[in-house]
């Protein structure tokens, strides 16, 4: 089991890795410009509809049917169920990639609405791009459900690297290709949306030698009446009600992001990529390690120890939280220039990042706590509160960055997501709090007050050896290499 979990352990790094290297490769071919723009917004269109729909609601659906057919139906049955999904999933995803190729201008158009305003081009070379990635979202998904077969089958390390070698496809031919299109007239971003449609094929072929050793053999048919595929399908539908909600705030938050200057969907995408480091590293991974405990305290009624479990839970995510925030929140345009400014990604563009990072780093404790919080509802056999917090949170979301959006720009996207994430997560405890009859609510605000006491304390520490540690601005990239580390 350690050695499994070693094993898994090290693939989600690797792909960590070269999931921020592949940053790096876009910052210093494009920058923060319209091609840049053109490309975030191009690719979220399709990643919408696979985190919605493939990666969410399906996979967990899957799982959940095809581990009761791998327990209890023959071998036959079993592995006819995994081609009648994934064949009716191809046909299906065929479809919204025709339709989304054939109104990709429309769709477009209506996700990035500020970009007609802008650049020459833009809008045209965005469509171009989304037409090119739009089939990511048939190999994704199709990668997403042998996944799900080899996970339920006990083989993790397989799945876990697939995502590094989309990332690695990326970087060697999408960035190959931004070095060499442009010599024969055609834009370099061009080369990159093809390196992505090739990472998404890399990540469904590199897994696939292995589940043909399982046994699986490819005999596509098509049996709407399958009651294994129906039972997938009910179970989809209030996962995909509670996925929408966030999906709604990427669209909302991409259109309001392209109204501001050029460049701010690009500053909010670099932004919220060293945002989301410290949520996988502990809000992910407190998330995984909460659920289980939960769930056997949920199922055998103990209720003390689960309220014990869940404020050692949120104790421990604030007391990572909160100080990573902090120290970001100081280091905000060092670590910035660390990682990006280079190439075309100019000083302009490391302080328009950082401006929109400490925005996002203020419901950084939120992200966390919401991950640790969410499943315990589930544990509850309660899925209705973390929808309802979800769609209050898109409220709170349009309400902040409507207001702000004019004063702020595109620091205001970055300011509602998290006072959205906050809204949810404080209603979310609230609700809690009653459903499980009281917890130590005192012991964790007197917990919290400490850490942020902790937290100011080492963030003037920081202030005060910023200049020491040559993190000033203008500092080169070896002597802010010093100070971060």
């Known amino acids: 089991m350690a050695r499994s979990a070693g094993s898994v352990g090290f693939a989600v790094l690797l792909s960590r890795v070269l999931g921020l290297v592949r940053e790096q490769v876009l910052a210093g071919l494009f920058g923060a410009g319209t091609a840049m723009d053109a490309f975030v917004v191009a690719y ?23 581990t009761d057919y791998d327990q209890k139906r023959t ?26 190729t ?38 994704v998904s199709l990668a997403s459900v042998v996944m799900g077969v080899l996970n339920t089958k006990g083989r993790f390390f397989i799945p876990a690297l697939a995502s590094s070698c989309f990332n690695l496809t990326c970087i060697l031919l999408g960035g190959g290709l931004a070095l060499v299109l442009p010599r024969h007239g055609v834009p370099g971003i061009v080369g990159m949306a093809v390196g992505t449609l090739a990472g998404g094929l890399a990540q469904l072929l590199v897994q696939w030698p292995l589940l043909h050793r ?54 909010l995408s670099y932004a919220f990529r060293i945002m ?58 060092p670590v910035v220039r660390l990682l990006f400014e280079h ?17 996002f780093l203020i419901g950084l404790f939120a992200y966390g706590a919401v991950k640790i919080v969410v499943p315990v509802f589930y544990a509850l056999d309660d899925a209705k509160w973390p929808v309802i917090g979800s769609f209050t949170a898109v409220g709170v979301n349009l309400a902040v960055v409507w207001w702000l959006l ?23 405890a609230v609700v809690l709090y009653r459903k499980v009859g009281g917890y130590p609510a005192g012991r964790l605000v007197a917990s919290l ?16 050896l910023r200049g020491p540690l040559f993190l000033e601005p203008g500092a080169g990239f070896w002597a802010t290499l010093w100070g971060v580390g």
């Open 75 to 100: 071998r036959e049955e079993t592995w006819a169920l995994v081609n009648n999904v994934m064949a009716v999933l191809a046909v299906l995803l065929g479809l919204v990639v025709l339709l989304g």
């Open 343 to 359: 190439g075309r990604f100019g000083p302009h563009d490391t302080l328009m990042t950082a401006a929109a990072l400490r925005f």
């Open 44 to 66: 979220r269109i399709p990643n919408l509809l696979r985190d919605l729909f493939a990666e969410g609601a399906l996979s967990a659906a899957f799982v959940a049917v095809f």
């Open 214 to 267: 399982l046994g699986f053999r490819l005999r596509p048919r098509i049996d709407l009446r399958d009651p294994g595929l129906r039972r997938i399908g009910l179970l989809m539908v209030p996962a995909v009600v509670g996925l929408s909600a966030t999906q709604i705030n990427i669209f909302v938050n991409t259109r309001f992001a392209s109204l501001c200057a050029p460049g701010s969907v690009a500053w």
């Open 449 to 464: 007050a400490k850490i942020c006491l902790a937290s100011a304390v080492m963030g003037w520490v920081l202030v005060l």
């Open 406 to 428: 004019g004063p702020l720009q595109h620091r205001a996207v970055a300011l509602a997501l998290s006072v959205a994430m906050t809204a949810n997560f404080l209603l979310l």
């Open 102 to 139: 054939v109104f990709s201008d429309e769709i477009v158009r209506l996700m990035a609405t500020g970009f007609e305003g802008q650049a020459p081009g833009k809008l045209l070379l965005t469509r171009r791009l989304t037409v090119i990635m739009f089939p990511f979202l048939i190999l």
């Open 276 to 333: 989301f480091l410290p949520i996988g590293m502990f809000g992910v991974a407190l998330s995984i390690a909460t659920m289980p405990v939960v769930s056997r305290q949920a199922a055998r009624r103990e209720i003390g120890p689960m309220r014990e479990t869940l404020v050692s839970s949120l104790t421990l995510g604030f007391a990572l939280t909160v100080p990573a925030a902090v120290g970001l929140w100081i280091l905000a345009e």
